[in-house]
């Protein structure tokens, strides 16, 4: 199932899509006089209480033709729009510790970025005047749908809502500067994310294919299958010492191709668009803009 956050008029609104028909809460409201709640978090909680979303949407399919088609949508956008928390992995792919030239880590490296990272999959990145080297990494992000805390790895999954595209927009220059990560990584707009979230029963994530085109040139093509700590593990280990929340939303690394690393380096400007895709999820597609001052 996908869960899909759109505007429609004025008004933003949150449906399933099933194929490319999107199933509102006037449809429910309709025949089931069930209201889809206007905010996520509300959504997560009620699907935390009882699952009841699937047989819901079981009983909708049979009228799709009273839906609302995508291609009418007025703007997809961000599947999340305020995180608890944002976490995220550095160095999860064997392939990415390959091109920095460093041993793949024996604990996850982890940081954050604030909310204000977030925009919808279709925004504009926006970089400010204190970045100039603008990278990009295709990452799978774990959306957390009921809080845990020291929860087991083969109970990890119990606790997690469903899957999103992020791309892990990254400064360089910023990043290089500092000992940690944060300003490097947690600049307004670095983080598009969606186009959806894809529930975790439709999606088995551990070989998935991971791209990024940059003005359609292929830059990354990796696997998830390459990742050195598992979703599973991930929200375990991540669980004993961070309270995880419904909403938080855990971004899992990305795979070797970056552009700082490519012979020259390539670094994104002015007008490119920036291409992330995953196997059985969808995909991302932004253009970069450099903030004039």
Not at 10 to 31: D, M, P
Not at 111 to 138: C, H, N, Q, W
Request: hydrophobic share 35%; with cysteine.
């Amino acid at each position: 199932m996908k869960l899909i956050h759109y505007m429609e008029g004025s008004e933003r609104k949150y449906g399933f899509l099933v194929g490319n028909r999107i199933i509102g809460s006037e449809l429910t409201s309709k025949i089931f006089g069930i209201d889809l709640p206007k905010d996520i978090s509300n959504i997560i909680q009620s699907w935390s209480r009882c699952n009841n979303y699937p047989a819901l949407l079981k009983g909708l399919e049979d009228h799709l033709q009273e839906s609302i088609s995508l291609g009418r949508v007025k703007k997809i956008l961000a599947p999340v729009t305020h995180p608890p928390k944002i976490i995220c992995l550095g160095l999860n792919y064997k392939t990415h510790a390959i091109e920095w030239e460093v041993n793949p880590p024996s604990k996850p490296i982890v940081f954050m970025k604030p909310r204000t990272t977030i925009i919808g999959p279709y925004d504009d990145i926006v970089s400010p005047s204190i970045a100039k080297k603008l990278d990009y990494e295709v990452e799978l992000a774990v959306v957390i749908g009921k809080k845990c805390k020291r929860v087991s790895e083969d109970k990890a999954s119990d606790f997690i809502l469903g899957y999103m595209v992020l791309n892990d927009v990254t400064a360089r220059d910023l990043q290089r500067r500092e000992k940690q990560w944060f300003m490097g990584k947690g600049l307004d707009t670095f983080a598009p994310t969606g186009p959806w979230i894809i529930t975790k029963d439709e999606l088995n994530v551990d070989n998935l294919r991971l791209t990024t085109r940059v003005n359609g040139e292929l830059r990354q093509d990796g696997s998830t299958r390459d990742m050195i700590f598992k979703v599973d593990y991930l929200v375990s280990w991540l669980s004993k010492g961070i309270t995880l929340e419904p909403g938080d939303i855990i971004s899992t690394g990305t795979p070797s191709g970056v552009g700082a690393y490519m012979n020259p380096p390539s670094f994104l400007e002015e007008g490119d668009i920036v291409e992330v895709n995953i196997e059985g999820i969808g995909g991302l597609r932004n253009r970069v803009k450099f903030e004039k001052v």
